[in-house]
């Protein structure tokens, strides 16, 4: 999409393959809490990003906690509650 032009979903997988691989590797060799921690250091929304959460019930206005063991985000509420985000739109608050 962000180059304008088609591209070829056969390229796409094999240009992915060997990330997929490696993080395969790391997986197997060193728990899921190493995924878990490179996906901590790369994403500035893991842990004290001012964030809403769209859910089925309505909007969650809070700070991020961190991750749970299983990958799950926590959201920390303005009465310091931490929510478990299963599923939801996440974006930063303006």
Known sequence: ???????????????????IDAFCSTLIKEGNQAILEMFSHASSYVRGRRVRVDQENGVLTGTTAG???????????????????LAGGVRPCS
């Not at 991750?67 to 985000?85: A, Y």
Request: overall charge negative; proline content about 5%; cysteine-free.
């Open 1 to 19: 999409i962000a180059s304008g032009r088609p591209q070829s979903r056969e390229e796409l997988l094999v240009e992915l393959l060997p990330a």
């Open 67 to 85: 991750l749970t063991s299983d990958g799950f985000l926590l959201v920390r509420d303005d009465d310091q509650r931490e929510h478990l985000i």
